[in-house]
DNA sequence: CCAATAAGTGTTTTT
DNA sequence: CACTTATTGG
């Protein structure tokens, strides 16, 4: 770790460094950086592939070639664009360079979709985008195309509008709109087309734009408009590209149109760690992208300074498993470090009581920090158990992701309010609020308001005839605009949080929530009243559209400043890019990991397997895999097996346990858990799993061997044909075959 | 038009 | 289980 003077001293060392006008040569690159770093960051003679491995150091790469770009190569920080796939990514590497930097830099370091925005909103009009366009979020987009599969009349059922929305994001990604992607044949459902057209007319009638709209338009206005493409590469004069592997067709494109193919690019990335196949991602395009560059140059980094050889060694062995790959063999000078654990628990709360066991052990005896250590699961839904058990146990926890604050319903309720201010021809936002709180105003009456405005062209305060609804709605209907016109006067020049004063006093919105007794939301209410003060103090010019593209594209937001030295519990997506001491994987399930939605094909195994891959590499010191036997999902209890992946970590390398439930059920009492009168966590039972020697290792039905008949208590009667390692290939009689772990399957053998 | 209630439903990962 | 949508009666 650097040494970093207090902020008083760093003002002072940098104005002495710049008037002695040495300050390029502070930066000392050879003491930080090992010589494939160094390469990466000094070589700039022509497109640069940097494939780094987990835990290489490539982010301390990028930040140091922004430093060198600027210090050594007198690169103004304005021409620099630095890209990214998640607003943590970019903070913390805006946070990196300014500290190595030891001032606040005027790069931009931006997530793809925040840069487009921003340029957009800047010039737009080069790319016959509007001002003042709306952001639109997954939820919303969904509605919409929801509303236009009900107007078309077809049956939501078999027409989902998840799926269509899924289908309009894949073809943005290939930058088809509606009309090409039905020339291209994109799909084999033809009502997708239709539904793409009309869901595509809306939002430009509507002046909105979904988040694939945002790289779309600006890809394609580049294709259209000489003079804005020239303004973006005289502006950006080097561009560095995070975590590469994760981009898709149209961020490629992008790409290729903002840079020299000559030069003037340096993308970084780890095919090992695509994870985004699914929202478009194509791991290919860090394959192809020397032929797209010539004479580009490749730089790998192999040493890794984050993990024991242990764990570097076990995903490795993991990951080799997969296709297409560069291959690459990380090692480390850390030394071998511990194995690897396992452990399979009765239920899903048994395994979350083992977890909390284990860092309330690792706390008290190993002198753990909560922060040090991370729970990582599949999906959202398994962080329950583990909020359930640790608040009973009071470990502190954070959990990132799941239900978002931003996602809220109250949150996108006053957010909409300022939006259709913004932006009068919002119909999703003005259909979200017009009665909220009650006001008289029912679909009926918001239908007739649509019809005679928006859908003609009009803002909703505006319409070139009477509107045509009751007689009794039309005074309730002026009051609404009264108030609507009130606030889309004040929004562009109000103080925000002034502003956010005004809608709440005006909408009746907070009193409404107080009426009705909800509590929660009127907290969060004021919660992003505060977010909004917080805002507006750091950025004084600021205006409230600032505030709402910020959150708009900031859908995972956490703020860690004050949630220190809590266990993080994370989706295996979201962790990536982060590291943790300590690392528990939950849910080691066929079904669950992989899960069972990600589909049956090689690519979807492989993008699981990397997704495991990523998880394993975030372990710097201790590494530990769980599984229950039986898992309560949507209020049904499943028996599940193992995760294959499991049986693809080199043996010896894993120490496995087992841990039991208390009863048939899984279920726990209450007051079967808690912390006993010394605030040590006091289990249930004795321990039952076995000690880090394996010694106790109990081998259970070792008798089993090829070609013995057996019966599985689930599955059947069924020949065993393969024996390898404490795994047996069973073959039943229903034709099913299915691997099992031996020393956790009730087998009996068949007289 | 609205609130309350019943029914039903669908379950990944994220910008 | 938890959340959304449909239905009903006021």
């Given at each position: 770790m650097a040494w970093k003077p207090p902020p008083a001293l760093q003002v002072v060392f940098y104005l002495i460094l710049t008037a002695l006008g040495i300050m390029g040569s502070t930066i000392h690159y050879e003491r930080y950086l090992n010589s494939s770093q160094l390469e990466a960051v000094f070589y700039n003679d022509s497109p640069l592939l940097v494939l780094a491995g987990a835990g290489s150091g490539k982010t301390r790469v990028i930040t140091y070639k922004i430093a060198y770009l600027i210090n050594e190569m007198d690169l103004n920080p304005q021409n620099i664009l630095a890209v990214t796939f998640t607003n943590k990514a970019s903070n913390e590497m805006k946070d990196r360079v300014n500290s190595l930097l030891r001032v606040n830099v005027d790069v931009w370091i931006k997530t793809f979709h925040s840069a487009a925005a921003n340029i957009l909103r800047i010039m737009g009009n080069h790319f016959s985008v509007k001002p003042h366009f709306t952001i639109i979020d997954q939820q919303d987009q969904i509605s919409i195309v929801r509303k236009i599969i009900r107007d078309l009349n077809i049956d939501p059922e078999t027409y989902q509008p998840g799926k269509y929305a899924f289908l309009i994001d894949r073809a943005k990604d290939k930058l088809f709109n509606a009309e090409e992607a039905e020339l291209e044949a994109f799909s084999t459902d033809s009502v997708f087309y239709d539904i793409y057209k009309i869901y595509e007319k809306k939002l430009g009638n509507e002046n909105l734009l979904d988040f694939g709209d945002l790289i779309f338009k600006l890809t394609r206005g580049l294709e259209q408009n000489e003079q804005g493409l020239n303004l973006l590469k005289n502006r950006f004069r080097y561009i560095l590209v995070d975590e590469f592997q994760d981009t898709n067709h149209a961020q490629y494109t992008l790409l290729k149109k903002l840079t020299h193919p000559e030069g003037n690019i340096c993308v970084v990335g780890d095919e090992d760690q695509s994870i985004y196949g699914f929202r478009g991602a194509r791991i290919e395009n860090i394959l192809s992208f020397s032929k797209d560059y010539k004479n580009s140059r490749i730089v790998k980094l192999e040493e890794n300074y984050r993990s024991y050889q242990t764990i570097l060694t076990a995903s490795s062995h993991l990951i080799n498993k997969n296709s297409g790959r560069f291959g690459k063999k990380l090692y480390t000078k850390k030394g071998e470090g511990e194995k690897i654990r396992f452990c399979r628990a009765f239920s899903d709360r048994d395994e979350a009581i083992f977890i909390a066991e284990e860092i309330q052990n690792l706390k008290y005896h190993d002198g753990y920090e909560y922060s040090d250590m991370a729970v990582f699961y599949r999906m959202n839904a398994q962080s329950r158990a583990f909020e359930y058990v640790f608040s009973r146990l009071h470990i502190p926890y954070i959990i990132i992701g799941g239900l978002r604050f931003y996602e809220r319903e109250e949150i996108k309720d006053i957010l909409a309010y300022l939006k259709l201010a913004i932006n009068p021809m919002d119909e999703i936002s003005l259909r979200r609020i017009a009665n909220k709180p009650p006001r008289g105003i029912g679909e009926k009456t918001v239908d007739a308001l649509v019809r005679s405005t928006i859908e003609k062209g009009y803002p909703i305060y505006q319409s070139e005839s009477e509107i045509h609804i009751a007689p009794s709605r039309i005074p309730l209907v002026k009051s609404f605009l009264d108030f609507y016109v009130e606030l889309k006067d004040l929004v562009h020049n109000t103080y925000p949080p002034q502003l956010l004063r005004i809608l709440f006093d005006k909408s009746g919105y907070i009193e409404w929530l107080k009426d009705e007794n909800k509590e929660e939301k009127v907290r969060n209410v004021y919660e992003l009243y505060n977010a909004v003060e917080e805002y507006s103090k750091e950025?004084?010019?600021?205006s409230i559209s600032e505030f709402i593209e910020e959150v708009s594209l900031n859908q995972g937001g956490y703020d860690n400043k004050y949630q220190n030295n809590r266990v993080f519990l994370i989706t295996l997506h979201n962790a990536k890019g982060l590291e943790f001491p300590v690392v528990f994987i939950a849910g080691m399930e066929e079904g669950i990991f992989p899960h069972y939605l990600s589909g049956e094909s090689p690519a979807d195994i492989q993008e699981e397997r990397r997704l495991l891959y990523v998880g394993m590499t975030r372990a710097m010191e201790k590494l530990y895999l769980t599984a229950a036997k039986v898992r309560k999902l949507y209020g049904k209890s499943v028996e599940r097996g193992l995760s294959n992946f499991v049986f693809e970590l080199p043996e010896e390398l894993v120490v496995f346990n087992e841990e039991k439930g208390t009863n048939n059920n899984g279920l726990i009492e209450d007051n079967t858990c808690g912390i006993n009168a010394r605030g040590f966590f006091q289990r249930r039972l004795g321990p039952q799993y076995l000690n880090a020697d394996g010694e106790k290792k109990v081998k259970r039905e070792p008798e089993i061997k090829v070609n013995n008949r057996v019966i599985h208590k689930h599955f059947g009667r069924g020949k065993v044909v393969e024996v390898e390692n404490g795994v047996a290939v069973i073959c039943f009689d229903d034709g099913k075959k299915m691997k099992f772990l031996l020393q956790y399957t009730p087998l009996e053998k068949e007289q």
């Amino acid at each position: 770790m650097a040494w970093k003077p207090p902020p008083a001293l760093q003002v002072v060392f940098y104005l002495i460094l710049t008037a002695l006008g040495i300050m390029g040569s502070t930066i000392h690159y050879e003491r930080y950086l090992n010589s494939s770093q160094l390469e990466a960051v000094f070589y700039n003679d022509s497109p640069l592939l940097v494939l780094a491995g987990a835990g290489s150091g490539k982010t301390r790469v990028i930040t140091y070639k922004i430093a060198y770009l600027i210090n050594e190569m007198d690169l103004n920080p304005q021409n620099i664009l630095a890209v990214t796939f998640t607003n943590k990514a970019s903070n913390e590497m805006k946070d990196r360079v300014n500290s190595l930097l030891r001032v606040n830099v005027d790069v931009w370091i931006k997530t793809f979709h925040s840069a487009a925005a921003n340029i957009l909103r800047i010039m737009g009009n080069h790319f016959s985008v509007k001002p003042h366009f709306t952001i639109i979020d997954q939820q919303d987009q969904i509605s919409i195309v929801r509303k236009i599969i009900r107007d078309l009349n077809i049956d939501p059922e078999t027409y989902q509008p998840g799926k269509y929305a899924f289908l309009i994001d894949r073809a943005k990604d290939k930058l088809f709109n509606a009309e090409e992607a039905e020339l291209e044949a994109f799909s084999t459902d033809s009502v997708f087309y239709d539904i793409y057209k009309i869901y595509e007319k809306k939002l430009g009638n509507e002046n909105l734009l979904d988040f694939g709209d945002l790289i779309f338009k600006l890809t394609r206005g580049l294709e259209q408009n000489e003079q804005g493409l020239n303004l973006l590469k005289n502006r950006f004069r080097y561009i560095l590209v995070d975590e590469f592997q994760d981009t898709n067709h149209a961020q490629y494109t992008l790409l290729k149109k903002l840079t020299h193919p000559e030069g003037n690019i340096c993308v970084v990335g780890d095919e090992d760690q695509s994870i985004y196949g699914f929202r478009g991602a194509r791991i290919e395009n860090i394959l192809s992208f020397s032929k797209d560059y010539k004479n580009s140059r490749i730089v790998k980094l192999e040493e890794n300074y984050r993990s024991y050889q242990t764990i570097l060694t076990a995903s490795s062995h993991l990951i080799n498993k997969n296709s297409g790959r560069f291959g690459k063999k990380l090692y480390t000078k850390k030394g071998e470090g511990e194995k690897i654990r396992f452990c399979r628990a009765f239920s899903d709360r048994d395994e979350a009581i083992f977890i909390a066991e284990e860092i309330q052990n690792l706390k008290y005896h190993d002198g753990y920090e909560y922060s040090d250590m991370a729970v990582f699961y599949r999906m959202n839904a398994q962080s329950r158990a583990f909020e359930y058990v640790f608040s009973r146990l009071h470990i502190p926890y954070i959990i990132i992701g799941g239900l978002r604050f931003y996602e809220r319903e109250e949150i996108k309720d006053i957010l909409a309010y300022l939006k259709l201010a913004i932006n009068p021809m919002d119909e999703i936002s003005l259909r979200r609020i017009a009665n909220k709180p009650p006001r008289g105003i029912g679909e009926k009456t918001v239908d007739a308001l649509v019809r005679s405005t928006i859908e003609k062209g009009y803002p909703i305060y505006q319409s070139e005839s009477e509107i045509h609804i009751a007689p009794s709605r039309i005074p309730l209907v002026k009051s609404f605009l009264d108030f609507y016109v009130e606030l889309k006067d004040l929004v562009h020049n109000t103080y925000p949080p002034q502003l956010l004063r005004i809608l709440f006093d005006k909408s009746g919105y907070i009193e409404w929530l107080k009426d009705e007794n909800k509590e929660e939301k009127v907290r969060n209410v004021y919660e992003l009243y505060n977010a909004v003060e917080e805002y507006s103090k750091e950025n004084q010019s600021s205006s409230i559209s600032e505030f709402i593209e910020e959150v708009s594209l900031n859908q995972g937001g956490y703020d860690n400043k004050y949630q220190n030295n809590r266990v993080f519990l994370i989706t295996l997506h979201n962790a990536k890019g982060l590291e943790f001491p300590v690392v528990f994987i939950a849910g080691m399930e066929e079904g669950i990991f992989p899960h069972y939605l990600s589909g049956e094909s090689p690519a979807d195994i492989q993008e699981e397997r990397r997704l495991l891959y990523v998880g394993m590499t975030r372990a710097m010191e201790k590494l530990y895999l769980t599984a229950a036997k039986v898992r309560k999902l949507y209020g049904k209890s499943v028996e599940r097996g193992l995760s294959n992946f499991v049986f693809e970590l080199p043996e010896e390398l894993v120490v496995f346990n087992e841990e039991k439930g208390t009863n048939n059920n899984g279920l726990i009492e209450d007051n079967t858990c808690g912390i006993n009168a010394r605030g040590f966590f006091q289990r249930r039972l004795g321990p039952q799993y076995l000690n880090a020697d394996g010694e106790k290792k109990v081998k259970r039905e070792p008798e089993i061997k090829v070609n013995n008949r057996v019966i599985h208590k689930h599955f059947g009667r069924g020949k065993v044909v393969e024996v390898e390692n404490g795994v047996a290939v069973i073959c039943f009689d229903d034709g099913k075959k299915m691997k099992f772990l031996l020393q956790y399957t009730p087998l009996e053998k068949e007289q």
